[in-house]
């Protein structure tokens, strides 16, 4: 309460709020208008946009380059803020007096830390891998429908 009041905390929690909602909603306004000449059923478990986009009849690349455009603003946002916070909480923490203190405050940082860390680069491994197969199943596997699609 001392660093930060109740204020902040809740303009914090609205921008993410807000930030997950306007990307949750461009996504599914996005997905919904693809027309889809292909079928309905995307042969991978996990019915992601990418995947969708393959069944559209429409050139996909304006939509694509404008999703990431928005994604990667929003993104590149939360990671600036994140980075950022990080570094007022050690500047605090390093202004304690006491070593026990430090130890104390850093302790109970680091955890965050780590679950952070994790998140982003799960992320990162789930995302930024190359578009293709590098050891192709066999079969067609499991599929999901499109809702909407004919």
């Not at 928005?70 to 050690?90: D, K």
């Not at 109970?108 to 891998?129: D, E, R």
Request: proline letters at 6%; charged letters at 10%; hydrophobic letters at 45%.
């Amino acid at each position: 309460g001392t660093v930060m009041g109740s204020r902040a905390c809740v303009k914090m929690a609205a921008s993410a709020w807000a930030s997950g909602l306007l990307n949750a909603a461009l996504h599914t306004a996005d997905t919904f208008s693809i027309p889809l000449c292909q079928g309905n059923t995307v042969d991978q478990f996990f019915c992601e946009i990418p995947q969708i986009l393959k069944l559209s009849c429409s050139d996909s690349y304006v939509r694509v380059v404008g999703l990431l455009g928005v994604s990667a603003c929003l993104i590149f946002g939360c990671f600036i803020f994140i980075v950022v916070s990080y570094m007022q909480i050690v500047t605090a923490v390093l202004r304690i007096p006491s070593e026990q203190g430090q130890h104390k405050a850093f302790s109970m940082c680091l955890p965050h830390l780590a679950v952070v860390s994790l998140f982003v680069s799960t992320g990162l491994f789930a995302y930024l891998k190359p578009p293709f197969p590098l050891f192709p199943s066999p079969g067609s596997g499991g599929g999901c429908s499109v809702l909407g699609a004919a």
